[in-house]
């Protein structure tokens, strides 16, 4: 996972968009002494977003974070949950993952099908308790739950936005690719930024720099990049006796 927002040009500047870049896979546990050195270094590469991005932030910190693909393969809920999960124990805050793509069904699969906190629902805002509450300060919220009958109009989503801002201190935005659906672009402009998803071996340098020209265009702060499925050269089980 890239988390320097100064190695994006160089990422998109190889023939492939992951072949430089700093990379992390996703699904890896995120603490504690039976890590693998791999699962440790993601960790670390999560960890550095989310201090790049969130707490404290650079140059100043974002409260609510699109992340979207260049390519439409790509399967960005994973990383929003894995950065959610982390952000959630970095800062004790309340966070939320917010599908805005994916029904409720495709979320519980994603997540294990854990269940919610029973005991703590209905006491909190509305947004809270019409979503999933999946540890003490992390939230799950389905497409249905943040657009509504209505859908995802600019007046609507801004509207939602503000309150998501109300309920949670941090939002976290999973987006169609920028390239297949206006409302990446559209939650890009109206949150704190993006953070672009390329993946290793797929996504073609040509492009992503179209989508980077397109998101500055339209005004979006691009915030960074994440790099997912890139695969190391040494097996992991030789990684672990070093």
Request: aromatic share 6%.
């Amino acid at each position: 996972m890239s988390t320097i927002v100064d190695s994006l040009p160089s990422i998109l500047a190889d023939d492939d968009a992951g072949s430089t870049a700093v990379s992390t896979r996703v699904g890896e546990p995120y603490a504690g002494s039976t890590e693998s050195p791999l699962s440790a270094f993601a960790t670390a590469q999560v960890r550095g977003l989310i201090r790049q991005v969130f707490v404290p932030g650079w140059p100043r910190p974002s409260r609510q974070v699109v992340f979207s693909a260049v390519d439409s393969e790509a399967d960005v809920l994973p990383v929003c949950m894995q950065v959610g999960r982390a952000l959630a124990e970095e800062t004790s805050q309340a966070v939320c993952v917010v599908s805005t793509t994916s029904s409720r069904q495709e979320e519980r699969e994603m997540v294990g099908s854990r269940p919610p906190y029973p005991a703590m629902q209905n006491r909190y805002g509305m947004l809270r308790d019409s979503s999933v509450q999946l540890a003490p300060t992390l939230w799950s919220m389905s497409r249905p739950a943040f657009a509504g009958p209505e859908g995802t109009s600019a007046i609507r989503a801004g509207a939602r936005l503000a309150e998501l801002g109300l309920e949670f201190e941090y939002t976290i935005l999973q987006a169609a690719p920028v390239s297949a659906d206006s409302s990446a672009v559209l939650l890009g402009r109206l949150c704190g930024g993006l953070v672009l998803v390329l993946e290793a071996n797929t996504t073609r340098r040509v492009a992503a720099q179209k989508t980077k020209q397109m998101l500055s265009a339209a005004g979006v702060r691009l915030l960074g990049a994440v790099l997912i499925g890139r695969t190391f050269p040494v097996p992991e089980s030789i990684y672990k006796r070093l």
